[in-house]
């Protein structure tokens, strides 16, 4: 049988803090000087769901966070 990680933590066992890291991400962004809809593009995702990542209003996973991480690098 297969094991699958949490979908909250990754398996981590940590509960991602998904407006904390939202905020941080997208103040990482800001900084970058990057648009959401450049960002969004590079991760393959809607800016209208980039949007509501950074909001607080989606949950974030450890894929969508370095998919982040490497669209503003």
Request: charged share 30%.
């Amino acid at each position: 049988m297969k094991t699958q990680s949490c979908h909250c933590c990754d398996g981590s066992g940590k509960e991602i803090d998904s407006i904390a890291l939202g905020h941080e991400l997208r103040s990482l962004r800001n900084r970058k000087g990057l648009t959401q809809d450049c960002v969004a593009l590079h991760m393959k995702i809607s800016n209208t769901y980039l949007s509501e990542l950074e909001r607080g209003g989606r949950r974030w996973n450890t894929d969508l966070a370095a998919r982040f991480r490497k669209a503003c690098a």
